[in-house]
């Protein structure tokens, strides 16, 4: 019988809960702590530097919505801190 190996939690929280996995190199899931995926936070170059690209997941609508785009991921984490 094969044995799956399985990847450390490497989940972090926030300071008000939220858990965000890294999911690859320049993208991360911001979820609730029972595991509700709030949306993703997309780490991207440009001509200036690194930004950061807050997306929200609508779950009635099923798709995302942009919340902003911001030079510093604990400010795109911001905009999951309200719900």
Known sequence: MPTLDFAPDTRTRTPWGLAVVQVHDDLWRVTMPEGDVLGYIERFATNSGQRFRAKRFLARLRRFMVDG????????????RAN
Request: charged fraction near 40%; include cysteine; glycine fraction near 0%.
């Open 69 to 80: 785009e911001f030079w510093d991921m604990d400010d795109a984490l911001e905009c999951f």
